[in-house]
């Protein structure tokens, strides 16, 4: 995680830039993207005919040649803007202006390890496949690759790969398992029909992922061995970040539970379970549940919410404490806040994930109403409302929250006192 | 008009079922069956099979039926009565030589179209018994080989196509630089949180048809929405697994493309002129997964046409002058209901629309649909003989062009064109509309 003690915590308002003022410079600006901590913003902006660049604060990157194309500009989370961009008909990852000195036919799905200090990404050279790390591509490279994942802490890469290889409709062939998952470019020894959902251990050690063993049984693999027991169908397994062990969403023939090495926990039987989480402390475990055909909340070990919703129940969240769960709840498509088990009055177009504070006694959240954007802090909306909010992020201390908008075109860095919502 | 007669084989050789038939067992076959009625099945499947009286009423909906002179086996109630009745009245002792002929019946020979539960006085859908045939199959190992191929795509992929993730996001830069030498700030976002709308299409798209990713595009930057398009597995909204009765692989495409607009955060998904794909998100696949409706709201082509002209977002510069009739694609019409729709928007971009008959609710099956034209070459010749209705339908018409906005009505009505041999071409309304709306200016 980023620290953000060494952030601007005191400075009120800042006008960080004047986005309408870029656009006469560059023929096009895309959508901008705030910096982690609020100090930059950036777009890809369209220089000339097939000539592109990143804008960041109103000045343009310093590069020896425009990018012909640019997509997928992100901020990772230690401040480093960050793009795909192909020059020369090559592809490569470019990180405050520096490219990679690898280039690739394709790159794609760039992802960034907890801290930010590790950029991974899929890449296609000359028809083959395989992941890059800070430039630095695998050694093996194979005919098909996706589910890509790298590690919390950076120090692995994982990705589904295909290891046999199928020619149009050899589907007994596929049947016989052509799929494993490799790690840093080595593959597991056994291989399965299909492979999904990969998910590293809190250190970066081991792997686990959903496989279907043959056309109709699915089970959890860890590590390339899978469990002993199989289940009608499966969802992406987690580590759990005391015990080691993992916890999946497993469908039996009463219902959708959940189990941990294969064994069920869970005594309730659900429509739907997915989306499980595990507390700071790891004593608890929430997941999101269908109770009954079309009604949705969220279960803490086992026990599911009163209030259910109709569309869906997304972006469930434990709080630092581990005391409290939030999420959001959809109904005929009016978005509203949940927060353990009771909802907010307020509703919204579109609601982002729910962010705790420090203490975990505060929630807010990026909202959409009418056409504007704006935070809701403990049900009680800012009074400022945005062309656009990025996620609020409070101070160590709870006190404060950043604020990064977008109002008639300018961008703005607020520090706001809770107090003052 | 006399319609030449399309010979059939008497015996379709498929490795899929035939393959799959050798390595069946008995054990298998039984256990299979059990698991279905008692795990998968219940009053549904017990009140259609018991209220059935056999009065025949269903026959006269089906196209097959009637393209094959009546022959009664080609009836709903004929279907029902070869696969799921013998079944049930063997208790589930079946040979493998009989899962392989349901399979190719309820694969094959039924688009699960329900125009013949339209017609059913005690509302029987023959359509879901012979999707029940296909779970059956489908556990038994017993598919034709190509829509089974397809299902493991999805699998694979989540797309239909077998479209790996760099070539999907190529294509659609690439239809993005095309487009630009028309509008030349057009673009395609990828991964915009916070738009309106995502668009989403299925894979032939991306494959054979990337012309009709451009011209989605255009008409979205001429309209001036906000909206966005995934970079990533869950673009694909087909799903061919739903056909093959692969219900969890049909889920989980389902998943990957709700979650895609979750993710996106987007208000509403917009999807291409597919049929089974719209049954896929708004019925089946959300269903399964226990989503009574989309989770996040899904709009087909038609009601995003009608959308766009009735707001004025896009507007007509001249009506397209060759004459043109539609064909209303079951999904969307007896499932979604949006037949009403579809002839506004092709009064407003047309100048010459004439019905053909039956029509709207009524109208014939492409016998495309349901998975059918998925099972691939081998049984081509039959499905275009099990459709001669359909083809006099299209003829007396006597249109220039055919609309179906549906990619498996539209590539099996090309075959029904072709094998008919009539005078008219098959398009989408995308095709009509790109080409008649009001362009802006190039600077």
């Not at chain 1, 989370?77 to 090559?90: C, E, Q």
């Not at chain 1, 062990?245 to 219902?255: D, F, H, I, M």
């Not at chain 2, 006399?2 to 079922?17: F, R, S, Y």
Request: aromatic fraction near 10%; charge should be negative; charged fraction near 25%.
């Amino acid at each position: 995680m980023v620290d953000s003690v060494n952030w601007d915590w005191t400075t009120g308002e800042k006008l960080v830039s004047d986005i309408n003022e870029w656009k006469a410079s560059y023929n096009w600006v895309e959508e901008p993207y705030a910096s982690p901590d609020g100090e930059k913003v950036a777009a890809i902006v369209n220089t000339d005919e097939a000539e592109f660049n990143v804008c960041e604060n109103g000045k343009a990157w310093e590069i020896e040649a425009p990018f012909e194309k640019a997509w997928c500009l992100r901020f990772s989370p230690d401040g480093r803007l960050t793009v795909i961009a192909s020059m020369d008909s090559a592809w490569t990852v470019v990180a405050d202006g520096e490219p990679w000195e690898e280039s690739y036919d394709f790159v794609w799905d760039m992802r960034f390890s907890e801290d930010g200090k590790t950029i991974a990404a899929a890449a296609q050279q000359e028809g083959e496949y395989m992941m890059v790390k800070d430039g630095v591509p695998w050694e093996n490279s194979f005919g098909f690759i996706t589910c890509m994942a790298l590690s919390p802490g950076g120090e692995n890469t994982a990705a589904t790969v295909q290891t046999v290889p199928l020619g149009q409709a050899e589907v007994f062939k596929f049947q016989k398992g052509c799929y494993t998952a490799a790690v840093n470019g080595d593959a597991w020894d056994k291989n399965f029909v299909n492979v999904w959902n990969m998910s590293f251990s809190p250190d970066g050690s081991k792997l686990a992922a959903e496989v279907r063993l043959n056309l109709y049984d699915y089970t959890i693999v860890v590590d390339g061995q899978p469990w002993e027991q199989t289940f009608g169908c499966v969802w992406e397994p987690i580590f759990h970040p005391e015990k080691g062990t993992v916890v999946s969403p497993v469908r039996t023939a009463e219902g959708w539970t959940i189990a941990e090495d294969g064994n069920i926990i869970w005594d309730s039987r659900f429509a739907q379970v997915w989306h499980q989480k595990i507390s700071p402390d790891g004593n608890k475990l929430a997941a999101i549940v269908a109770t009954e055909f079309g009604r949705w909340t969220v279960a803490v070990d086992g026990k599911a919410w009163g209030v259910t919703f109709g569309d869906m129940v997304t972006d469930a969240v434990f709080s630092p404490d581990s005391s409290r769960v939030a999420c959001i709840g959809t109904e005929n498509q009016i978005y509203k806040i949940v927060v353990d088990g009771k909802v907010w009055n307020s509703e919204f177009d579109m609601i982002w994930k729910p962010v705790f504070s420090p203490d975990s006694k505060d929630v807010i959240v990026k909202i959409e109403k009418d056409g504007k954007r704006t935070f809701a802090l403990n049900n009680k909306i800012w009074n400022r409302m945005c062309d656009e909010v990025w996620d609020p992020v409070f101070s160590p201390d709870g006190s404060k929250i950043l604020c990064r908008t977008v109002e008639d075109g300018k961008y703005y860095r607020r520090i706001v006192p809770v107090s003052e919502f | 008009m006399v319609l030449p007669v399309i010979k059939v084989e008497d015996k379709i050789i498929d490795d899929g079922l035939d393959k799959g038939m050798e390595k069946l067992t008995q054990d298998r076959i039984e256990n299979v069956i059990d698991q279905v009625m008692s795990g998968e099945t219940g009053a549904r499947l017990k009140a259609y099979v018991e209220t059935c009286v056999h009065c025949g009423l269903c026959s006269d909906a089906c196209h097959a039926y009637l393209s094959r002179d009546r022959d009664p086996k080609f009836s709903p109630a004929g279907k029902v009565k070869r696969t799921m009745s013998v079944i049930l009245k063997k208790g589930g002792k079946v040979t493998p030589a009989f899962i392989r002929d349901a399979s190719e019946i309820a694969s094959t020979e039924c688009n699960a179209c329900k125009r013949c539960a339209m017609y059913c006085p005690f509302g029987i859908d023959p359509a879901y018994i012979m999707l029940v045939v296909r779970r059956i199959c489908h556990l038994c190992g017993v598919t034709p080989l190509y829509i089974q191929d397809t299902a493991h795509s999805h699998a694979v992929t989540q797309n239909q196509m077998w479209v790996k993730e760099d070539e999907w996001i190529d294509t659609l830069q690439w239809q993005e630089e095309d487009a630009r030498e028309e509008m030349p700030n057009l673009r395609i976002p990828l991964d915009k949180e916070g738009a309106d709308f995502m668009y989403s299409v299925i894979g032939p798209e991306p494959k054979f048809l990337a012309g009709l990713i451009y011209q989605a595009a255009y008409i979205f930057n001429v309209a001036g929405l906000n909206w966005t398009m995934p970079s990533f597995p869950g673009w694909d909204n087909s799903d061919m697994a739903m056909y093959t009765g692969d219900n969890e692989i049909m889920g989980r495409n389902k998943r990957f493309h709700f979650e895609a607009a979750q993710r996106l955060k987007v208000k509403r998904i917009v999807m291409g002129e597919c049929g089974h794909a719209f049954r896929s998100v708004y019925d089946m696949g959300n269903r399964w997964l226990s989503w009574a409706m989309p989770p996040v709201p899904m709009v087909h082509a038609i009601e995003f046409y009608y959308e766009l002209l009735t707001t004025g977002k896009i507007k007509v510069k001249e009506k397209y002058k060759k004459s043109v009739t539609l064909h209303d694609p079951c999904n969307v019409v007896r499932g979604r209901g949006l037949h009403e729709k579809a002839r506004y928007v092709i009064n407003e971009l047309c100048e010459d629309f004439r019905e053909m008959h039956p029509n709207r609710e009524h109208n014939y099956c492409c016998n495309a649909g349901g998975g059918v034209i998925n099972c691939g070459p081998p049984f081509k010749n039959k499905r275009v003989a099990n459709n001669r209705v359909k083809a006099k339908q299209c003829a007396d018409t006597g249109a220039e062009i055919l609309i179906t906005p549906c990619h498996n009505c539209h590539s099996g009505m090309e075959d029904i064109v072709l094998g008919y041999k009539l005078d008219m071409h098959v398009k989408f309304i995308s095709d009509i509309m790109y080409e008649v709306m009001e362009k802006p200016e190039i600077g």
